[in-house]
């Protein structure tokens, strides 16, 4: 459900996206809110799915998961069967990140985390390759993020 968003709606969403650790008095201070206030802001952004949770931000190299591959993934047909059956079975996957339906040349592209390229070659071999209907797999590995995961912006 989307809601119409105000300044300081887009302020709090701002601060979260910085810092998910903000106590519900530290938001409120920051945009000149009350905490009642505050908190009846940010029930209704979690409500209506605006803020649908929130993570910890953790780092690659200190859980030995330093490589980043991306996967270009063609499926052997288009039908709905096909479809699902892939997306069940790459969503049990937990090496994929990410994978997003794709308009273009492939299918799906998948974010996936490895440690290094033996570990990418038992992902590729006994996870990705094997997932159904898959008929093509083009993959290019990161050499550094540019530009790392960053908030929207409000």
């Known amino acids: ?3 119409e968003l105000d300044r300081i709606d887009r302020e709090l969403l701002r601060l979260l ?3 998910g650790r903000l106590s519900n008095a530290q938001l409120a201070e ?3 809110l009350s905490p009642s206030a505050c ?3 940010l029930q209704r952004l979690e409500q209506s799915g605006t803020i649908h949770g929130y993570r910890a931000l953790l780092s690659p190299e200190a859980i030995g998961r330093s490589m980043t591959v991306f996967i270009e993934v ?3 047909g288009q039908g709905s069967p096909a479809l699902d059956a892939f997306e069940r079975a790459v969503a049990a996957c937990p090496a994929v990140l990410e994978c997003h339906l794709m308009s273009g040349d492939f299918d799906y592209l998948l974010r ?3 440690a290094d390229m033996a570990d990418y070659e038992r992902v590729h071999r006994h996870s ?6 898959v008929a ?3 993959t290019a590995f990161a050499m550094r993020a540019v530009i790392p995961l960053r908030a929207y912006p409000l």
Do not use: C, G, K, N
């Not at 990705?128 to 209907?133: D, E, G, K, Y």
């Open 1 to 3: 459900m989307e809601i």
């Open 136 to 138: 093509r797999l083009r």
């Open 17 to 19: 996206q910085e810092d």
């Open 74 to 76: 063609t499926l052997s």
């Open 128 to 133: 990705i390759s094997a997932l159904p209907h």
């Open 39 to 41: 908190l009846r802001r």
């Open 112 to 114: 996936v985390a490895v």
């Open 30 to 32: 920051q945009v000149a």
